[in-house]
């Protein structure tokens, strides 16, 4: 009897220890993403921020000449920061009223079994390599846009943006469809009381009551986009001044390190300038999801009450 | 109200559908066309040959053999990392984790990292993975690499698949006398399964079309041989057409879009396989 209860008295300890075991790994697992957030950060500051003491920080952030290998170098990533403001503000404006169209058609107007198959179809455009959009920018998209606008090459601002455009595309879509879904009915319902017609409800009632998702959406694409580096690399033509015109040839800020990174010697001048518009370029998107999550926040709390 | 009115909002609305439709066929289109071009131009370049084969003339001959193996490889690799910890990160976040600072902390970490910049991925490895612990240029950087990158994903959709999974099942376990542990194990897990599964053979079909990363932290456009270690470097599809479409001239067009077209197949049928397994567990249910 004494040894029986004994064993189940060892059982239960070894289960338990067992248990706190898993549990202590679990617990790290879930730490896990922000040890790589904080890494990410710090190895950032770590080999960028040395690049400000050979270029004073103002310098750098508005300085027009990129010429890592000079004698003496000298590291302006004006260039690279418009271009990815040309770029992405332009693919970002094309792109809006595309996706938040067909998302209020999805969520308001296409019967469900439109919704059901169109759906899955976007779902497979964001699946799409950005390596093969560049391709597709490339070999298609890039030789149109020279002879339409007269141009000595088709690898422009304007290609980069139109494919952007598209990869920015399903976030938009998917986000604004969420927010406009999770406006109450009785809004409608209200709206359609008073004698108003479908298209005067969406358009008074649901968008404006999906705003802050909707903006949400639109930030999110705008990170998505800020951040793309293949397509842009493969089509944006890598020039190196400062772009006036969305039909230059340009480079922006990711093409500027994917580019540069290959050469650079590890720990020297440009690698360390590179490491900086990486910096850049995190605060930067840092930014822009930080108020997406909040204008999304606030939107959830606006209809749980 | 007047029969004029009434007729100038009903053309109002006509309009507006249409223009409304009109946005979702300009989503649409790229996609379907994208595809069907790809399959169109790139079909004439397949044959065993080309898939079997080590390339010759930077590219421009023989077949992509190496760079298959090499994005099977990091799917594999990516797998190996992402799914265990992206899995037992949502179990925390469900099962343990109360509602403090620190879970809010985690939560905006998770959401902020699916924001980062694929090519930041790319500088972190190189910093961390290859400098930092010595793994140089690598198919074990590279791997680590895309699965610190796929870590949100996999957490985000193992959570809601675990958050789906109803209360009174954890609540009979427990009262059935189960640790927390065995009932997560037992019960909330197996339930969880399809929608985890979803979720991580979405990040791994992500993680096979990634580019910006690998080009930093190891890819090689030609390798003699196949990596006979995770130290070794590597090829990969989606490397190999960005080389041979931008930087090799005189590429043969029906080669190039041979490749993309194995790129494509490889990172939508993981997509499809995804949808697949997710409309089975919904019919099971």
């Known amino acids: 009897m004494v040894a029986a209860s004994d064993t189940e008295e060892s059982l239960k300890r070894r289960l338990r220890l067992g248990e706190r075991f898993i549990e202590g790994w679990i617990f790290l697992a879930g730490l896990l993403a922000i040890v790589v957030l904080l890494g990410i950060v710090a190895i950032l500051l770590k080999e960028g921020l040395p690049a400000f ?14 010429y890592p290998v000079s004698e003496p170098p000298t590291f302006g990533i004006l260039p690279f920061f418009v271009s990815t403001l040309m770029i992405t503000l332009l693919a970002t404006a094309v792109a809006v009223p595309i996706g938040v169209g067909c998302a209020a058609y999805l969520a308001e107007v296409a019967p469900s079994k439109v919704r059901e198959t169109v759906k899955p179809i976007i779902e497979l455009l964001a699946g799409i390599p950005s390596v093969m959009m560049g ?11 020279q002879s339409i606008f007269h141009l000595n090459t088709g690898f422009c601002g304007l290609t980069a943006s139109i494919m952007l455009s598209l990869m920015s ?46 903006t949400a959406a639109i930030m999110l694409g705008l990170g998505r986009a800020i951040g793309e580096t293949m397509t842009v690399l493969m089509v944006a033509g ?48 840092l930014a822009v999801n930080l108020v997406a999550e909040r204008v999304l926040e606030r939107q959830k709390r606006k209809f749980a009450g | 109200m007047g029969t004029e009115a009434r007729l100038s909002r009903e053309v109002s609305q006509r309009t507006a559908f249409a223009f409304l439709a009109l946005a979702t066929v300009i989503t649409l289109t790229p996609v379907l066309f994208i595809i069907i071009y790809t399959i169109i131009n790139g079909a004439s370049a397949l044959n065993w040959e080309f898939l079997t084969h080590f390339p010759s003339q930077a590219g421009k001959a023989g077949g992509i053999f190496p760079a298959i193996v090499g994005t099977f490889y990091l799917m ?3 797998l190996i990392f992402a799914l265990p910890i992206g899995v037992l990160a949502a179990i925390y976040l469900t099962e343990y984790a109360k509602d ?29 993975f290859v400098l930092t612990f010595h793994f140089g240029l690598s198919l074990l950087a590279a791997s680590l690499t895309l699965a610190s990158q796929a870590l949100a994903m996999v957490v985000t959709t193992s959570r809601e698949a ?17 640790t927390k542990w065995q009932t997560v194990g037992h019960i909330v897990l197996p ?3 399809p929608g985890i599964i979803t979720g991580v053979v979405l990040a791994i079909s992500r993680a096979a079309g990634e580019t910006a990363p690998i080009l930093i932290v190891g890819a090689a456009f030609f390798l003699p041989g196949l990596p006979q270690s995770p130290f070794d470097q590597f090829m990969a599809l989606p490397y190999h057409l960005y080389t041979v479409s931008a930087h090799v001239p005189g590429m043969p067009r029906s080669t190039m879009w041979g490749i993309a077209l194995v790129l494509l197949a490889v990172v939508l049928s993981f997509d499809v396989l995804a949808a697949v397994i997710r409309i089975k567990a919904r019919q099971r249910k």
């Open chain 1, 53 to 66: 003491g050979y270029t004073p920080p103002w310098e750098f952030l508005f300085g027009t000449k990129w």
């Open chain 1, 135 to 145: 391709f597709i920018g490339l070999m298609l998209l890039s030789p149109l846009v």
């Open chain 1, 169 to 214: 595309l399903p976030i938009i879509v998917s986000v604004s469809e969420d927010a406009l879904h999770a406006v109450p009915n009785e809004f409608k319902e209200a709206a359609y009381a008073l004698g108003a017609t479908q298209w005067e409800t969406i358009r008074h009632v649901c968008i404006p009551a999906a705003l802050s998702g909707i």
């Open chain 1, 238 to 285: 890598g020039a190196l001044a400062v772009p006036v015109s969305p039909v230059e040839p340009m480079t922006p800020m990711t093409a500027a390190i994917a580019s540069g990174i290959g050469n650079a010697v590890r720990g020297g001048l440009q690698y360390q300038a590179l490491f900086a518009i990486g910096l850049i370029l995190f605060i930067m998107t």
């Open chain 2, 76 to 78: 594999l690799g990516t």
């Open chain 2, 100 to 128: 403090n600072w620190l879970t809010r902390l985690i939560n905006t970490a998770i959401m902020n990292l699916a924001g980062v910049p694929s090519i930041v991925f790319g500088l972190f490895g190189l910093g961390v």
């Open chain 2, 162 to 178: 675990i958050l789906a999974v109803p209360k009174e099942y954890r609540e009979g376990s427990l009262a059935i006398g189960a």
């Open chain 2, 191 to 193: 339930q969880a399964l």
